[in-house]
């Protein structure tokens, strides 16, 4: 009894901090195959020297309005998040497009988890990155973007980037909730796709197979 309650007590400290090298929303690229994004060099820092900055705020907002998949917008809003640096000026003119985007069709009847997530992601990288983020609502716990974050997940509770998402952006802050979404997001991906490669990679969760993830989580795979 003792020796299960001591294996028990390490899975949970092992759970409540992974192997952390830098920023999680930041230094790990989300696997998007050849997908359209912001261009990009051949390594996780590496910015295209040709790519006009200047642009940045623009190219994104189109990017993340035209493209399905919740892992490419993640991988669009970490390029965009580099190439503003810590210029918290853009960074707000940045989160307040994509606020009000999401506004907008809420107000229309079109409510789009997409665009709320967008919105609580982009406010949450850039947020990590060293920006100020100002004039978005807030919630009561957790770090910025939080609260849209979470009423995207309200909206489509299925979607394993999301929750994926939603682990990185929460694990600095809220440690028991990271854990219950990367949980989730390992319940729902699919083996082989560009999301599960995502998660083996990032050595925020310790660049494990995700067979070795599941385990570490507690999910057991379909008989």
């Not at 957790?142 to 994926?164: C, E, R, S, V, Y």
């Not at 939603?166 to 729902?188: F, T």
Request: hydrophobic share 45%; proline share 4%.
């Amino acid at each position: 009894m003792k020796r299960h309650a001591l294996a028990l007590m390490a899975s949970m400290m092992m759970l409540a901090s992974p192997a952390m090298a830098g920023p999680p929303l930041l230094c790990f690229p989300y696997e998007i195959g050849s997908a359209k994004s912001l261009p990009w060099g051949k390594d996780a820092f590496k910015k295209s020297e040709s790519y006009d900055a200047s642009k940045v705020i623009e190219d994104t907002v189109a990017l993340l309005k035209a493209e399905k998949s919740t892992l490419v917008r993640m991988e669009t809003i970490r390029r965009a998040a580099l190439y503003i640096e810590k210029d918290s000026g853009r960074a707000h003119v940045l989160v307040t497009k994509l606020h009000e985007a999401a506004k907008e069709l809420e107000e229309a009847g079109k409510a789009s988890a997409a665009a709320w997530f967008d919105c609580g992601f982009a406010a949450a990288t850039l947020s990590q990155n060293g920006c100020h983020v100002k004039g978005l609502p807030m919630s009561e716990k957790g770090p910025a973007g939080t609260a849209q974050i979470k009423k995207a997940l309200g909206m489509t509770p299925h979607d394993a980037a999301m929750h994926f998402g939603a682990a990185l952006v929460l694990m600095d802050g809220d440690r028991d909730a990271s854990n219950k979404h990367m949980k989730r997001a390992l319940e729902l991906v699919e083996a082989g796709s560009d999301l599960a490669k995502s998660m083996e990679t990032n050595h925020a969760l310790g660049a494990l197979p995700l067979k070795e993830l599941k385990k570490r989580y507690a999910v057991n795979d379909p008989a």
